[in-house]
């Protein structure tokens, strides 16, 4: 028995043994014909905010909730890494990696210097956070990764350059994220969430890597399907967290396990390979804050990595250590000519026949309206910032939060309650910022004394802290429109009584005021909700302010209270604008008709709220609806309650028709009479927790849409969707609405779009149906990652506007959204008259309102000169109509005189060079400063104006200042 074990040991040391000093990792040319190169990607993904808060992962604080510290996870890879030359590792989270940075000292920071010189270190997707790609505007998207890769650019120059998309853990992936990596200048994306049964068929077809192309065909990205997720193969994560054996590779050791840790571990590499087509493949070594023993992760992939390549021939595998962008090279460069290509987005996500991922579309809707409220808050404050030619970075406190609250697990509200909380608080704390640069800037261009201006930042709930400290006293009302084109919008106005006049400091003319009674629904929302709303009609320039004076007045002149209008008949109410005709039921409110002045054309709508009961599992499956996962009980809703009108009242310049739907909805329908479209506005919650309910508002029309719908990608193209049949029907049919969701009538060319406030589920399920999820709280967690339900009891007011048109003016609609999302600002001041009551501060080369000024950051300041990174879009698709526009970089300012440009990629960290393959096509169509923004084109400059003398007086103080995102201000 003894020479047997003898004998068996011998034969394991002369197929195992490694010679000292083998390298885990061999270059192409040592590799044998034929044997397959395994590239390990050693990597770490680190949530900013899921089971704990940003500060609790990043300190390792709370551990009982979740075993993690961020700050030790960066600290231990740099230290192995620097011990080993050979290693290599994978890093995303930019919000993590600058906070630890300023946190370490210089011996650190030249120790990851030298990483990134030495190309240990890689850094991919570069963004703050890993955004989600269903909820997201591409507004927020694009700002996020300016925030993570101009902070690269600014501290390693080019030598950190994320050249590759890191989208693993996204629940999901939108064409539109896929189109703005490439415009950022990334030439890969690489992620791992997409529809079972499509994952099944790639693999089968060993099509897991294909061109992926916008839907518009103007942008292309190679995409790879990473194997099985992103974490480490079953069986092999070496994490101090992990209770996966070590490789135990001393055959005297009774813990011996090599044979079949090698024999199990050669398994699962022969069937990835099985699967890919270039003799590549990527093994992801990591996962969830991995890595937080970077020294025995290594030691054990060392271990494999030794032995495997030692019979590299026998087995048919070389192991290297590697990264995802040398990984794309060499698939690129060995099948990229026959890649596949792909043009559609891959919503919604399934990991089973029962679990559809397309609850997080809807999930914590007041945080989702919140964020969408905080990107206008953010333009508008960067613009300010500029147009007073202040150098401090007080917005950049709003950016950062905006930054992390577009993360996979903050606006998705799949987050556990405590974390989301956080999020609001990080982005309540940076409007209070941008509040005070807003209020600053408007004091210093309308001359009000310093100090004096106030936002109001609770006016969607009908509470002003300063009108109601009004009592008897008047108030000046400054209003901002950061659009480039002048316009006209309904301002509102929580107050206290009606004892008020309205005049346009300006003209000095008086202006019509119109008093209604606020809500009673919003008592639901704030209990210290003021009683009145002052309504008006504000013109404001482009770019720019007006100011109006409500005045105190015991009689007041030019305003009028609006009562209801008394109901002696159950007839239709019929409403008139310059538009439409709408007619609404003389019993319950509700819209029945409209009718396009324009076409003569009429089509039934209404509108409906209803509830899917949510499912806790059922005899097909255990699977429970929760904060990631829409299951209903049955695939039918349920209406809720029956509508009530309560209320139509009406003056000149609209008309609202007030309806109940029992004690927690409550809808006000308006038509102005200057407007395109009919505003929706609702308030729901907080629901009843008796059972799980997802809420929905449906439209149902009599347009006939041939089982097809249109939704938007992020804001930016329209993708079409089709009915599906399948066991999921309702979920399975959801999709992300970010802006819009459209029906279209092919016989009669007509369309509905419905506009939103914020992200949310949507789908047309019946011809000529369409509905959108409002809220929704679950009793039952789903078990993919939050482990609570989704218990959310808020109680969430918001707006949908329908226009009804043809189809050939659908860019109509694209001008809607951006007026919806560039509310106007408001700020009002107790007894105090401004110097300058009106200015515009744009020039005549974006006076056209296809076209978005979508960013302006003060970056640098430099003697008598003010750099900025101003980013112009075009907002229409060609398909929609869109035209290319002409911009003359000299003329968008007022007061302000260009030096210089340079074009950036679209994130700003990078010159267009590195980006775009031809630049002879590129800028075909620009002449000097003019540049040329094709149909839905986004494009990004470095451009420096030096002001002019009357906008120039600023203190020494200021002047001798330089302030940018990355600096210390």
Same mark, same amino acid.
């Given at each position: 028995?003894?020479?047997?074990?003898?004998?068996?040991?011998?034969?394991?040391?002369?197929?195992?043994?490694?010679?000292?000093?083998?390298?885990?990792?061999?270059?192409?040319?040592?590799?044998?014909?034929?044997?397959?190169?395994?590239?390990?990607?050693?990597?770490?993904?680190?949530?900013?905010?899921?089971?704990?808060?940003?500060?609790?992962?990043?300190?390792?604080?709370?551990?009982?909730?979740?075993?993690?510290?961020?700050?030790?996870?960066?600290?231990?890879?740099?230290?192995?890494?620097?011990?080993?030359?050979?290693?290599?590792?994978? *890093?995303?989270?930019?919000?993590?990696?600058?906070?630890?940075?300023?946190?370490?000292?210089? @011996?650190?920071?030249?120790?990851?210097?030298?990483?990134?010189?030495?190309?240990?270190?890689?850094?991919?997707?570069?963004?703050?956070?890993?955004?989600?790609?269903?909820?997201?505007?591409?507004?927020?998207?694009?700002?996020?990764?300016?925030?993570?890769?101009?902070?690269?650019?600014?501290?390693?120059?080019?030598?950190?350059?994320?050249?590759?998309?890191?989208?693993?853990?996204?629940?999901?992936?939108?064409?539109?994220?896929?189109?703005?990596?490439?415009?950022?200048?990334?030439?890969?994306?690489?992620?791992?969430?997409?529809?079972?049964?499509? *994952?099944?068929?790639?693999?089968?077809?060993?099509?897991?890597?294909?061109?992926?192309?916008?839907?518009?065909?103007?942008?292309?990205?190679?995409?790879?399907?990473?194997?099985?997720?992103?974490?480490?193969?079953?069986?092999?994560?070496?994490?101090? @967290?992990?209770?996966?054996?070590?490789?135990?590779?001393?055959?005297?050791?009774?813990?011996?396990?090599?044979?079949?840790?090698? =024999?199990?571990?050669?398994?699962?590499?022969?069937?990835?390979?099985?699967?890919?087509?270039?003799?590549?493949?990527?093994?992801?070594?990591?996962?969830?804050?991995?890595?937080?023993?970077?020294?025995?992760?290594?030691?054990?992939?060392?271990?494999?990595?030794?032995?495997?390549? /030692?019979?590299?021939?026998?087995?048919?595998?070389?192991?290297?250590?590697?990264? +995802?962008?040398? %990984?794309?090279?060499?698939?690129?460069?060995?099948?990229?000519?026959?890649?596949?290509?792909?043009?559609?987005?891959?919503?919604?996500?399934?990991?089973?026949?029962?679990?559809?991922? &397309?609850? *997080?579309?809807?999930?914590?809707?007041?945080?989702?309206?919140?964020?969408?409220?905080?990107?206008?808050?953010?333009?508008?404050?960067?613009?300010?910032?500029?147009?007073?030619?202040?150098?401090?970075?007080?917005?950049?406190?709003?950016?950062?939060?905006?930054?992390?609250?577009?993360?996979?697990?903050?606006?998705?509200?799949?987050?556990?309650?405590?974390?989301?909380?956080?999020?609001?608080?990080?982005?309540?704390?940076?409007?209070?910022?941008?509040?005070?640069?807003?209020?600053?800037?408007?004091?210093?261009?309308?001359?009000?004394?310093?100090?004096?201006?106030?936002?109001?930042?609770?006016?969607?709930?009908?509470?002003?802290?300063?009108?109601?400290?009004?009592?008897?006293?008047?108030?000046?009302?400054?209003?901002?429109?950061?659009?480039?084109?002048?316009? =006209?919008?309904?301002?509102?106005?929580?107050?206290?009584?009606?004892?008020?006049?309205?005049?346009?400091?300006?003209?000095?003319?008086?202006?019509?005021?119109?008093?209604?009674?606020?809500?009673?629904?919003?008592?639901?929302?704030?209990?210290?909700?003021?009683?009145?709303?002052?309504?008006?009609?504000?013109?404001?320039?482009?770019?720019?302010?007006?100011?109006?004076?409500?005045?105190?007045?015991? *009689?007041?002149?030019?305003?009028?209270?609006?009562?209801?209008?008394?109901?002696?008949?159950?007839?239709?109410?019929?409403?008139? &604008?310059?538009?439409?005709?709408?007619?609404?039921?003389?019993?319950?409110?509700?819209?029945?008709?409209?009718?396009?002045?324009?076409?003569?054309?009429?089509?039934?709508?209404?509108?409906?709220?209803?509830?899917?009961?949510?499912?806790?599992?059922?005899?097909?499956?255990?699977?429970?609806?929760?904060?990631?996962?829409?299951?209903?009980?049955?695939?039918?809703?349920?209406?809720?309650?029956?509508?009530?009108?309560?209320?139509?009242?009406?003056?000149?310049?609209?008309?609202?028709?007030?309806?109940?739907?029992?004690?927690?909805?409550?809808?006000?329908?308006?038509?102005?009479?200057?407007?395109?479209?009919?505003?929706?506005?609702?308030?729901?919650?907080?629901?009843?927790?008796?059972?799980?309910?997802?809420?929905?508002?449906?439209?149902?029309?009599?347009?006939?849409?041939?089982?097809?719908?249109?939704?938007?990608?992020?804001?930016?193209?329209?993708?079409?969707?089709?009915?599906?049949?399948?066991?999921?029907?309702?979920?399975?049919?959801?999709?992300?609405?970010?802006?819009?969701?459209?029906?279209?009538?092919?016989? &009669?060319?007509?369309?509905?779009?419905?506009?939103?406030?914020?992200?949310?589920?949507?789908? =047309?399920?019946?011809?000529?149906?369409?509905?959108?999820?409002?809220?929704?709280?679950?009793?039952?967690?789903?078990?993919?990652?939050?482990?609570? +339900?989704?218990?959310?009891?808020?109680?969430?007011?918001?707006?949908?506007?329908?226009?009804?048109?043809?189809?050939?003016?659908?860019?109509?609609?694209?001008?809607?959204?951006?007026?919806?999302?560039?509310?106007?600002?408001?700020? $009002?001041?107790?007894?105090?008259?401004?110097?300058? +009551?009106?200015?515009? %501060?744009?020039?005549?080369?974006?006076?056209?309102?296809?076209?978005?000024?979508?960013?302006?950051?003060?970056?640098?300041?430099?003697?008598?000169?003010?750099?900025?990174?101003?980013? $112009?879009?075009?907002?229409?698709?060609?398909?929609?109509?869109?035209?290319?526009?002409?911009?003359?970089?000299?003329?968008?300012?007022?007061?302000?005189?260009?030096?210089?440009?340079?074009?950036?990629?679209?994130?700003?960290?990078?010159?267009?060079?590195?980006?775009?393959?031809?630049?002879? /096509?590129?800028?075909?169509?620009?002449?000097?400063?003019?540049?040329?923004?094709?149909?839905?084109?986004?494009?990004?400059?470095?451009?420096?104006?030096?002001?002019?003398?009357?906008?120039?007086?600023?203190?020494?103080?200021?002047?001798?200042?330089?302030?940018?995102?990355?600096?210390?201000?």
């Amino acid at each position: 028995m003894k020479r047997r074990i003898v004998f068996f040991i011998c034969c394991m040391l002369g197929a195992f043994s490694i010679s000292e000093g083998v390298s885990p990792h061999r270059n192409s040319e040592q590799r044998g014909e034929g044997t397959v190169k395994v590239h390990v990607v050693p990597h770490t993904h680190n949530d900013v905010g899921k089971y704990k808060t940003v500060d609790q992962y990043y300190f390792g604080t709370q551990n009982q909730q979740y075993q993690a510290g961020v700050q030790y996870i960066i600290d231990t890879v740099v230290d192995e890494l620097t011990a080993d030359p050979s290693k290599t590792f994978v *890093y995303m989270e930019i919000a993590y990696f600058k906070r630890w940075w300023e946190h370490r000292d210089k @011996t650190w920071h030249n120790k990851v210097r030298k990483l990134i010189k030495n190309k240990q270190l890689e850094f991919v997707g570069g963004g703050y956070s890993m955004n989600d790609e269903a909820s997201v505007h591409y507004m927020a998207t694009v700002d996020q990764f300016s925030a993570g890769m101009v902070w690269l650019t600014e501290n390693f120059a080019g030598a950190a350059e994320p050249t590759v998309a890191w989208q693993i853990d996204t629940y999901g992936h939108s064409a539109a994220q896929a189109a703005l990596s490439a415009q950022s200048g990334l030439k890969g994306i690489f992620f791992s969430r997409l529809h079972f049964e499509e *994952y099944e068929q790639r693999k089968k077809d060993r099509e897991l890597e294909f061109t992926w192309h916008s839907t518009a065909g103007q942008d292309k990205i190679f995409s790879s399907v990473l194997y099985e997720g992103y974490g480490a193969p079953a069986g092999f994560c070496f994490d101090s @967290t992990c209770t996966d054996p070590p490789i135990v590779a001393d055959p005297e050791s009774p813990e011996y396990n090599l044979p079949e840790r090698i =024999s199990a571990f050669l398994e699962f590499l022969q069937e990835q390979a099985a699967h890919y087509r270039s003799g590549n493949i990527m093994l992801t070594m990591g996962g969830d804050f991995s890595f937080q023993n970077a020294h025995q992760y290594f030691t054990n992939l060392d271990l494999l990595m030794k032995y495997v390549n /030692q019979n590299s021939t026998e087995y048919g595998f070389e192991m290297v250590y590697s990264t +995802p962008s040398r %990984y794309m090279d060499e698939v690129t460069s060995s099948i990229g000519d026959s890649l596949s290509e792909r043009k559609e987005d891959f919503f919604p996500y399934a990991d089973d026949a029962h679990s559809y991922w &397309s609850g *997080y579309f809807t999930s914590r809707p007041a945080l989702k309206g919140y964020v969408r409220d905080c990107n206008n808050v953010l333009q508008t404050c960067r613009q300010l910032e500029v147009l007073v030619g202040s150098p401090y970075c007080d917005a950049d406190k709003l950016w950062l939060a905006m930054s992390v609250a577009q993360h996979h697990d903050a606006i998705t509200g799949t987050s556990k309650k405590h974390v989301a909380d956080d999020y609001f608080r990080r982005l309540a704390e940076g409007q209070t910022f941008c509040e005070g640069v807003i209020n600053r800037g408007l004091e210093k261009l309308s001359g009000l004394k310093t100090g004096s201006l106030e936002s109001c930042r609770l006016a969607n709930e009908s509470y002003c802290e300063i009108t109601s400290r009004a009592e008897n006293k008047s108030l000046t009302v400054v209003v901002y429109n950061a659009r480039p084109v002048s316009r =006209s919008e309904y301002i509102r106005i929580p107050l206290l009584n009606s004892n008020y006049e309205l005049i346009d400091l300006t003209t000095n003319q008086p202006v019509p005021l119109t008093f209604l009674e606020v809500n009673p629904a919003l008592h639901r929302v704030n209990s210290d909700f003021l009683p009145v709303e002052g309504v008006f009609r504000a013109s404001l320039p482009a770019l720019g302010y007006s100011t109006y004076r409500l005045q105190h007045a015991q *009689y007041p002149r030019h305003s009028q209270t609006l009562t209801p209008t008394p109901r002696n008949t159950v007839s239709d109410i019929t409403v008139e &604008s310059q538009f439409f005709t709408a007619v609404f039921d003389g019993i319950t409110g509700s819209l029945k008709t409209v009718t396009n002045k324009l076409t003569g054309n009429s089509e039934e709508i209404t509108a409906k709220f209803l509830e899917y009961r949510s499912n806790t599992g059922d005899s097909a499956s255990k699977q429970a609806s929760g904060a990631h996962i829409f299951r209903p009980a049955e695939n039918t809703a349920e209406e809720i309650g029956h509508p009530v009108l309560l209320k139509h009242i009406s003056n000149d310049d609209f008309t609202e028709i007030w309806q109940t739907f029992g004690d927690w909805i409550s809808l006000v329908t308006r038509v102005y009479t200057d407007k395109s479209y009919i505003e929706v506005e609702w308030v729901v919650g907080p629901l009843p927790a008796d059972h799980g309910r997802e809420v929905i508002l449906r439209y149902e029309t009599s347009l006939s849409t041939q089982e097809k719908f249109y939704t938007d990608s992020n804001g930016r193209e329209m993708i079409q969707r089709r009915l599906k049949k399948q066991e999921e029907q309702v979920a399975g049919n959801y999709y992300p609405v970010t802006t819009r969701i459209v029906l279209l009538d092919e016989n &009669s060319g007509m369309q509905l779009t419905v506009l939103t406030d914020r992200a949310q589920g949507g789908s =047309s399920l019946a011809e000529g149906q369409m509905e959108l999820m409002v809220h929704r709280r679950t009793l039952t967690d789903d078990n993919r990652g939050v482990d609570e +339900p989704l218990q959310d009891d808020l109680v969430v007011k918001g707006k949908h506007w329908l226009y009804f048109s043809r189809f050939d003016s659908m860019a109509e609609n694209r001008v809607l959204g951006q007026e919806l999302f560039y509310k106007p600002t408001i700020a $009002l001041a107790l007894d105090e008259l401004p110097q300058h +009551p009106s200015q515009t %501060y744009s020039d005549t080369a974006v006076n056209n309102k296809y076209i978005n000024v979508a960013t302006i950051i003060n970056v640098d300041y430099s003697g008598d000169v003010f750099t900025y990174l101003l980013r $112009l879009e075009n907002i229409t698709p060609k398909m929609e109509g869109g035209e290319p526009i002409t911009v003359d970089l000299e003329r968008i300012f007022r007061g302000k005189t260009l030096v210089e440009f340079e074009e950036k990629g679209l994130a700003g960290d990078r010159p267009i060079e590195n980006v775009v393959e031809d630049m002879a /096509q590129y800028t075909k169509y620009d002449e000097g400063n003019v540049i040329t923004l094709q149909p839905l084109q986004i494009r990004t400059f470095f451009a420096t104006y030096k002001p002019s003398t009357e906008t120039s007086g600023l203190s020494d103080k200021i002047r001798k200042m330089v302030c940018t995102f990355f600096m210390q201000c």
